[in-house]
């Protein structure tokens, strides 16, 4: 029996569309000359591509690949295998749109995600380039950091789509920015423990991906020796998980973490956890069998409606992370990707010699507060309050345990009177604000590369998630706020504007963040000149009291 469901509830998906807008598949966007004629070419170790001129911030242009297979689609009966290698084509691929978004549920969004499509044929990666430093035009150019950027969406929704992930911010200093679609939900995280479908594959497409960069970033200028990978919410959390990873050793050499990191108290990597999802999961798609391998055959035919109705509800049951990373047992065949809990293997020393930046918003719950209210969380932490509890706490802890820290838990933030208002802080706190303070702190006691943070809170004169959630907190920065001055989101301020706006505080702040940004990728540090101090985290300052 499971003892409760307590994914903190922070949303609920209804939204699902099958190739609910039209795509061009990949043989609709071949050409039949060997060379191509268009804005700007390269050719992948697959082939051809042709993307498209577009213009930044201050007249730079940059060249934007979209749109571009980084492995064959997880098809059929590759549905939940780990992804295979690309067959090379022969012509020219047009890559200036983005491919479809992966199958999933959307409601957290909003206005700021609008994908062109959705399918199952989702692996696509989107590769920018200032143009001025392109090697194939700019022969005597250097090559340049790569910055390879995970989507956040709680391992169940979200694309790499420049409607969020905008790289005109980027673009005027010197770096490539490549994001990537990879599998979410039950695609991505459904575990079985067996070869067929050992679950992480959400991962293990990352891992593809990386070691795509490492084939193909001389071909678009980049430096395959000065990868850093970064992420946002759930995306800074595969970021993390992969740099404990032997799987990814040698892809990247530093992170970048915003508001999230591998003990996020968001989602549990708990074995019990992800079986009892695939549980619930079989039962509303009506399979009764316990053979992994027959499970599997009957997925592999199931209709995407059917599964994704399932998903559906299992995310409504479970609350905001159902299908999850999970640690692994070692399967023939399979590249292990997490083998231990994510805190036993910092401790370990696991990812030690990587630079890393952690970040987080001064009230990332914020961004969640309409969901928590239409969902009623604080009625049900009334009812259960173990529902209050971090996910990864909640399935490690007893019955008794559980109450007692629920009752800590109270005094410290509540008060006895269980709000909206006093949840918000406590929820900032516990799931992502503590995660990265004590990440910070055993990292720094292990004594290998720095590790840098920062807090963001800044009031903006046009914030994009006030607008976008009808939100009205009056100070404080709220999760997504700090990515939102590194990424451009061109759904909210216009995808085609030529013209930028003069100087405000919004374009200082934005110059500031992209500047540490940058800066990280070129030495790996948020300061290179030597003018600003920025040291780097001291274990013994980082100490709090409860310790």
């Not at 959400?202 to 193909?216: E, P, S, Y």
């Not at 399979?287 to 109705?309: C, F, G, R, W, Y």
């Not at 918000?424 to 004590?438: G, T, V």
């Not at 939102?484 to 989101?489: I, K, N």
Request: net charge negative; with cysteine; glycine share 8%.
């Amino acid at each position: 029996m499971v003892k409760h469901l307590n994914c903190v509830w922070l949303l609920a998906i209804h939204f699902f569309c099958v190739n609910c807008m039209l795509w061009p598949n990949i043989d609709q966007r071949y050409h039949a000359n060997q060379r191509p004629q268009c804005d700007v070419r390269a050719q992948l170790d697959s082939g051809w591509v042709c993307g498209s001129i577009r213009s930044a911030e201050e007249g730079v242009q940059y060249a934007s690949f979209r749109g571009i297979p980084y492995a064959q689609q997880p098809l059929g009966q590759l549905r939940f295998k780990e992804l295979q290698p690309l067959k090379p084509w022969n012509g020219v691929l047009e890559t200036i749109e983005e491919g479809p978004i992966c199958p999933q549920y959307d409601e957290i969004y909003g206005r700021m995600g609008q994908p062109t499509a959705m399918s199952e044929a989702c692996i696509y990666a989107n590769v920018h380039v200032p143009f001025n430093e392109y090697t194939s035009y700019n022969q005597t150019a250097n090559y340049l950091p790569i910055l390879v950027f995970i989507h956040g969406g709680g391992f169940q929704i979200g694309s790499s789509g420049s409607d969020i992930h905008g790289p005109e911010y980027l673009m005027s200093k010197g770096v490539i920015v490549i994001t990537f679609n990879h599998r979410l939900n039950v695609f991505g995280y459904l575990s079985l423990n067996s070869t067929k479908i050992p679950g992480n594959n959400g991962l293990r497409d990352a891992i593809t991906l990386l070691k795509w960069v490492q084939r193909n970033a001389r071909v678009f200028g980049g430096d395959p020796d000065n990868v850093t990978l970064g992420g946002q919410s759930c995306g800074a959390v595969a970021a993390h998980l992969l740099s404990l990873s032997k799987a990814s050793e040698g892809l990247f050499k530093r992170l970048i973490l915003m508001s999230g990191v591998a003990t996020a108290g968001f989602y549990t990597t708990s074995p019990s956890y992800t079986q009892m999802v695939a549980q619930m999961f079989l039962g509303n798609v009506g399979i009764n069998s316990t053979d992994a391998d027959e499970i599997h055959d009957q997925l592999v035919q199931m209709p995407l409606e059917k599964i994704m109705e399932a998903n559906r509800i299992v995310q409504f049951k479970t609350g905001v992370i159902s299908f999850a990373p999970v640690e692994e047992s070692e399967l023939t065949g399979v590249s292990r990707i997490l083998d231990d809990d994510p805190a036993n293997l910092i401790k370990q020393g696991r990812g030690k010699d990587l630079p890393m930046i952690i970040g987080s918003t001064t009230k990332e719950c914020e961004f969640f507060k309409n969901r928590i209210i239409y969902l009623d969380l604080i009625g049900l932490i009334k009812e259960n309050p173990s529902v209050a509890l971090p996910v990864n706490m909640s399935y490690s802890v007893s019955a008794k345990k559980s109450f007692d820290l629920y009752q800590m838990i109270s005094d410290r933030y509540f008060q006895g009177n269980l709000t909206v208002e006093n949840y918000l802080p406590y929820c900032a706190d516990s799931f992502f604000i503590y995660p990265a303070i004590k990440v910070a702190e055993w990292r720094a006691s292990l004594g290998g590369a720095p590790v840098y943070r920062y807090e963001f809170n800044f009031d903006s004169t046009f914030n994009v998630v006030k607008f976008t959630l009808m939100l009205h907190y009056s100070e404080g920065s709220a999760h997504v706020e700090d990515m939102t001055f590194v990424f451009r989101t061109n759904s909210m301020m216009g995808a085609d504007e030529k013209s930028f706006p003069p100087r405000t505080r919004d374009d200082l702040m934005k110059s500031w963040m992209t500047s540490f940004v940058v800066n990280f990728m070129r030495c790996s540090q948020p300061v290179c000149d030597g003018e600003v101090n920025w040291p780097s985290t001291d274990a013994q300052q980082l100490k709090l009291p409860a310790d």
